[in-house]
């Protein structure tokens, strides 16, 4: 004890090691490369010298025995490692890494991880009681995750440290100009004392002049100085809000940190079945709380392996139906706002429902001859622990792995969804809550409220003048790239004081695109970037979907994070209602659009239409009055200046016959005069608009108004 | 040796005693007294119960968070926690547009911050100044979160109970069944 733990050390190369030996082993089993036998090979050499050194010989002796299967393959360009060489090294690295995690904390970690797996032996039911024999290969990769998920918090702390330690001395960095600023201070207290020294000796003697011109370029100087030092404390503040983000953040882990054993489960299924399998994985960097990933790991190790047992079919099957021979397993992780999502998708025979029915009917979880849907099914197979497997060679149920996953999201407060595709496959869904989690952010402001979007969400920024911020807002759409971008002012969606009369004022677009769908949000301005750590919103604090959770700032006030979905959704939904107010239930009446102009007909028919209206053109006042009496309508909207009759004397007849009386009219003119406005209210048009001002917004409000 | 014992022991219980009496000074008053927060919200003057809180902080910022709930006015920082604030005013069915100045921290869990315009005192008041309404139990559910009257100097004044207000939030915010209603 005197030496102060003499494996300190040892633990944490020895955990880097078997990480990259874990690693490697698989590379090597799924794309055999020339220098994955050579970098294995020094690996292993490593870690042989390390625990010869600290006298581990279990450690060093499995090692050389590692060393002595792999060195015949060293010199071979494309490494053919057979099946039962590459078994043996697997069964190698399991054994290291049990000495290696045997030699960190001895009880406390492994209680984390064995409840999922605990929970296997007792749910099988009689039946899957004779596969005990073939039950236990798959066993052993079960310690494989502990040291795994225990190991993720120090690899991730290593990695990130380094930037942490950037972070701190550029805040270290930005003291310089302070302490530039603290001497200048000082030179000009030197400089205020010699004037006053001089103001009290001369009297009146000393020329006012001077004096003035003194007291002016203090005064100069000190206003620079004050500058200077605010610029120099927002720039340390903004160091440190990223070097707290960081510093945050290193409680969090990589998703990545649970591939490893994924993929390792999802190998020694492969060969425990004789299939050939695949793994997949995207998502890595997605970063969580240690304990969340800890269990979500736990779940999905049945999952996978579910995946290759059940549903990847045998090679002859897979050929017959026509896919490759090498089954796809993929892990895909992902931040969805405040949830984390969980994907395993599988390119195999998808559930078998007619097998579930079976297993229902039996037992007595459904009416034989009940006509249970395809989704029915699945939920049983989530909620009553109905497995598919059809035979008894089976390693576990299908429904056991489900069990684990659904308890799991429930201690998690999340979900389990199945999407299955007979004949294609299957995706199971873990869906669980983020209670910390690190992003960066972009920080905006609008409508004097300070917030965050998720950095990952923004696809860019784009300047908008005053006019076209006005213009955008107005329409709630932005011609961006060739494209119309659904358009959402932050301001609206925070619910902030907007100041309705203020001038218009130039902003900035923030293209978000998020749920396969891009969006623009209005903001007023982009106040930078930061890292920082979003944490859930508090109970007692209901809030709108756009908010995501709420970070807290430098000053240790709360910042509300966004969420890129709820943006979305919402600017996508604004947009639709501003293009057709309310999709009433009622079917609305026709409009009567009355224009001598193609190009106006057009246009107000688009917008119409496009607003959810039907709409019916007549081409001059005689034709307009034609059509107002062969249909009813909801509206006319005339022109005035056609040839024939002109719209005062259109709406006029209408207002005169007892059959069109009723229907409200709209006149759209150029002409902008007051003389003409009082003589469409006379006539009886019950607004007017003129074209110079055209403004879709509030034609489309009169006409909301007017109609049915 | 027997007798400086005895002295000895009857010191140190002396001793204790003595120090007793400063560690408990508000005990025998606790049975008579009541503290108060005299406060005005919206306006109009209330008294809290001093005991029902944890806390009462000034110009505290809030971050505004925007939700169904009117009356939340939004999240305010303690201590890295993040604690949801409501507007009393509103909660007492009397909202006006000036932003609450003062916030009380009310007892309990989930973490809630209720906030006011104006702190006129802390009193300590006999609870025989206490007026208790008739019915005041069936009266409940109506009256929200208001139980009883306190007679002070300037006038009786409602006390707002911090739990009933608790539990109307708790209500309003979907956390627990729905108990009081917002009072009309």
Known sequence: MGDRDPLRYFRIEARELVDQISAGVLDLDQQPGPDQVSRLLRFAHTLKGAARVVKQTDIADRAHEFEEVLVPHRDETTPAVPADQMRELLRLNDEISGFVAALSAPAPPVATEPPPVATEPPPPEPAPEPAAPAAPPPEPAAPAPDPGGERAPERAATADLDELLDAIGEASSRIAPLRDGGRTLARLHRNVETLADRLRVGRTTVSDASARTAVRRLSGDLGALGRRLTDAIDQVERELDEVRGRAEGLRLVPAGSIFTALRRAVRDAADAEGKRVRFQATGADVRMGPHLLNLISGAFLHVVRNAVVHGIEPEPRRLAAGKPAEGTVSVHVERRGRYAEFRCTDDGRGFDLAALRRTAEERGLLTPGADAGPQALIDLVLHGGISTAPGVTEVAGRGIGMDVARDVALQLGGEVAIANRPGHGATVRLIVPLTLLSMNGLIVEAGHTTATMPLDA???????????????????????????????????????????????????????????????????????????????LPDLAPAAPVIASVSIDLDGNPRLVLDAHGLVAEARQESTTARSDTVSTRPRMPILVVDDSLTTRMLERSILESAGYEVDLAASGEEGLERARSREYGLYLSDIDMPGIDGFTFVARTKADPQLAHVPAILVSSRASAEDKRKGTEVGASAYVIKGEFNQEELLAHIRRLIL | MTRAGTVGSRLRRLRTDFDQSFAEPARSHDEEHLELLTIRAGGRPYAIRLSQTSGVHPDRPVTPLPGPQPALLGLAGFAGAVVPVYDLAALLGHPVAEVPRWLVLAAGTPPLGLAFHDLDGHVRSATSDIIRESGDEAGDRRRGSLRGLVDLPGGSRPIIDIPATRAMVHALAGHAQAGDEEPS
Do not use: N
Not at chain 1, 477 to 495: D, I, M, S, T, Y
Not at chain 1, 503 to 528: M, N, Q
């Open chain 1, 458 to 536: 923004v696809r860019r920024c784009v300047r908008l003048a005053a006019d076209e911020m006005a213009a955008a807002t107005a329409t709630a759409r932005l011609a961006h790239e060739g494209e119309v971008l659904p358009f959402l002012p932050l301001a609206g969606a925070l619910q902030a004081a907007v100041d309705e009369d203020a001038e218009p004022r130039s902003g900035v677009a923030v293209v978000l695109a998020a749920d396969r769908d891009t969006v623009a949000i209005g903001v007023d301005r982009l106040a930078g970037i930061t890292t920082l750590v979003a944490r859930p």
